[in-house]
């Protein structure tokens, strides 16, 4: 794979708006869960809700958009000088050269879930102001975010569970090679919605407490919700000092179980060895992996199957969900962004929420910051059905 530069960035997480707020929470061991309050759900469990989400207007050209989901693409889309960063790439490439790959599993659940309430008490018809297309179809996302930075390149969503917003680094490194377009905005969203949380806890997924990845006393996910954008353009032959590429990206699907990863992590190592050999990278250039780290019993363990068994024991591994939630189908981009930053401020986050580590697993698991400098790191997000992606970042060679 022909390396990426990354450059340009913008989150929205419960950590905050931006980058900055992003940083603080890790240097300060701030998590944004809290119990529960959303909606009317009545689940004893913390979320990473995104606060301001409800005052967002669209503009009143996409107020067809208008649903949750989109409202968090535009907080993310108007941050760190994203919009900007694309507006002055569109001038660059022409604005049917650019395109934008997006990731999202909830998209606008949510508004048909207000619409189903709303439904006519006699035919049970929806509200006619209800509009699928462009809430809670998942094309909505990418329709909506093709508008807003006013870019007419190839574009489509991916919706493959949690590992969603990470996949979409791949699909546009495969575009930009084949010459459909020259950069390509890449992340997604996902957000809150009764759905998910009442789904998740019928799978007996959802923890009562902030969750606790790889902790002794793991009892499952907290989840979250976020939105993240990356400009990846093709590399310079002499990049500016400081420039982050995407070194290399990887994808397998294990097909063991719908909602239960492989025991041994098959699918999980795959996915990291297929990223290496896409980097020409060997597992000791890694020096730190941002874990997929859902605080379940089975995933922990799965997980750290694979990467003891690819990694070793020495590389530092932390998951961020104590931190931000898990964030389903954005947990990709919220990842690969805070990966990004580990690198660029040789901050190693640790993990608020866990206490005493399991002692079954063997990876070298940090529960407090480290410092230091780091040249590579890997993020990885595995999800339902066996969807795993792993992507490294590293400076320019």
């Given at each position: 794979?022909?390396?990426?530069?990354?450059?340009?960035?913008?989150?929205?997480?419960?950590?905050?708006?931006?980058?900055?707020?992003?940083?603080?929470?890790?240097?300060?061991?701030?998590?944004?869960?809290?119990?529960?309050?959303?909606?009317t759900?009545?689940?004893?469990?913390?979320?990473g809700?995104?606060?301001?989400?409800?005052?967002?207007?669209?503009?009143?050209?996409?107020?067809?958009?208008?649903?949750?989901n989109?409202?968090?693409?535009?907080?993310?889309?108007?941050?760190?000088?994203?919009?900007e960063?694309?507006?002055?790439?569109?001038?660059?490439?022409?604005?049917?050269?650019?395109?934008?790959?997006?990731?999202?599993?909830?998209?606008?659940?949510?508004?048909?879930?207000?619409?189903?309430?709303?439904?006519?008490?006699?035919?049970?018809?929806?509200?006619?102001?209800?509009?699928?297309?462009?809430?809670?179809?998942?094309?909505?996302?990418?329709?909506?975010?093709?508008?807003?930075?006013?870019?007419?390149?190839?574009?489509?969503?991916?919706?493959?569970?949690?590992?969603?917003?990470?996949?979409?680094?791949?699909?546009?490194?495969?575009?930009?090679?084949?010459?459909?377009?020259?950069?390509?905005?890449?992340?997604?969203?996902?957000s809150?919605?009764?759905?998910?949380?009442?789904?998740?806890?019928?799978?007996?997924?959802?923890?009562p407490?902030?969750?606790?990845?790889?902790?002794?006393?793991?009892?499952?996910?907290?989840?979250?919700?976020?939105?993240?954008?990356?400009?990846?353009?093709?590399?310079?032959?002499?990049?500016?000092?400081?420039?982050?590429?995407?070194?290399?990206?990887?994808?397998?699907?294990?097909?063991?179980?719908?909602?239960?990863?492989?025991?041994?992590?098959?699918?999980?190592?795959?996915?990291?060895?297929?990223?290496?050999?896409?980097?020409?990278?060997?597992?000791?250039?890694?020096?730190y992996?941002?874990?997929?780290?859902?605080?379940t019993?089975?995933?922990?363990?799965a997980?750290?199957?694979?990467?003891?068994?690819?990694?070793?024991?020495?590389?530092?591994?932390?998951?961020?969900?104590g931190?931000?939630g898990?964030?389903?189908?954005?947990?990709?981009?919220?990842?690969?962004?805070?990966?990004?930053?580990?690198?660029?401020t040789?901050?190693?986050?640790?993990?608020?929420?866990?206490?005493?580590?399991?002692?079954?697993?063997?990876?070298?698991?940090?529960?407090?910051?480290?410092?230091?400098?780091?040249?590579?790191?890997?993020?990885?997000?595995?999800?339902?059905?066996?969807?795993?992606?792993?992507?490294?970042?590293g400076?320019?060679?």
């Open positions: 794979m022909q390396p990426l530069a990354v450059s340009h960035m913008s989150i929205v997480s419960s950590l905050g708006p931006g980058q900055e707020a992003t940083l603080d929470a890790l240097h300060t061991g701030r998590s944004g869960l809290k119990p529960c309050s959303f909606e759900v009545t689940l004893d469990t913390h979320i809700e995104v606060a301001g989400v409800n005052d967002v207007r669209l503009p009143d050209n996409l107020a067809s958009f208008e649903c949750r989109n409202r968090l693409a535009e907080m993310a889309l108007h941050r760190d000088g994203f919009a960063a694309v507006a002055g790439a569109r001038e660059r490439y022409g604005a049917d050269r650019i395109g934008v790959f997006l990731g999202t599993s909830t998209s606008g659940i949510l508004s048909a879930e207000l619409a189903f309430r709303a439904r006519d008490p006699q035919t049970g018809a929806l509200p006619a102001a209800f509009s699928f297309a462009t809430t809670h179809s998942t094309g909505s996302l990418a329709d909506f975010v093709r508008h807003r930075l006013g870019l007419t390149g190839p574009a489509f969503v991916v919706s493959s569970a949690c590992a969603t917003t990470s996949k979409v680094f791949a699909n546009a490194a495969r575009m930009i090679a084949a010459d459909l377009c020259d950069a390509a905005v890449v992340g997604g969203a996902d809150l919605c009764l759905t998910t949380l009442y789904g998740f806890h019928s799978l007996e997924l959802v923890s407490t902030p969750c606790r990845p790889f902790d002794a006393e793991r009892s499952g996910v907290s989840l979250g919700e976020g939105a993240g954008f990356a400009l990846l353009e093709r590399a310079n032959q002499s990049p500016a000092a400081g420039t982050v590429h995407l070194l290399g990206a990887g994808e397998s699907n294990d097909a063991h179980h719908m909602s239960t990863p492989h025991p041994d992590g098959l699918g999980a190592r795959l996915a990291m060895e297929r990223a290496l050999a896409s980097a020409a990278l060997r597992p000791g250039d890694i020096d992996v941002n874990l997929h780290g859902t605080a019993t089975y995933g922990d363990a997980e750290d199957q694979a990467i003891t068994g690819l990694l070793g024991t020495c590389t530092p591994v932390s998951s961020t969900k931190y931000t898990h964030t389903l189908g954005a947990a990709g981009i919220v990842e690969a962004i805070i990966s990004v930053l580990a690198l660029r040789g901050l190693i986050p640790g993990s608020p929420q866990t206490r005493i580590l399991d002692p079954a697993l063997r990876s070298r698991y940090l529960t407090a910051n480290e410092t230091g400098r780091l040249d590579r790191v890997m993020t990885n997000s595995f999800g339902f059905g066996g969807s795993n992606s792993s992507l490294i970042f400076w320019a060679a």
